[in-house]
């Protein structure tokens, strides 16, 4: 966290820039990859969502 590390949108390489420096693409915040440790806290918001259900 407090990483402002954007992915382009067209090559998928990661930049700090709004647009990206290898072809000029748009870049953006990437969203949580499931290859990213913040799926770890989507099982846990999972799990506690149907701990919550049960209850
Ligand atoms: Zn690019």
């Given at each position: 966290?407090?990483?402002?590390?954007?992915?382009?949108?067209?090559?998928?390489?990661?930049?700090?820039?709004?647009?990206?420096?290898?072809?000029?693409?748009?870049?953006?915040?990437?969203?949580?990859?499931?290859?990213?440790?913040?799926?770890?806290y989507?099982?846990?918001?999972?799990?506690s969502?149907?701990?919550?259900?049960?209850?």
């Amino acid at each position: 966290m407090g990483y402002k590390i954007r992915k382009c949108k067209q090559c998928s390489r990661y930049t700090l820039e709004e647009s990206c420096p290898y072809c000029g693409g748009k870049t953006v915040n990437p969203q949580p990859a499931r290859f990213s440790p913040a799926d770890r806290y989507g099982k846990y918001r999972r799990q506690s969502k149907q701990i919550e259900d049960t209850i």
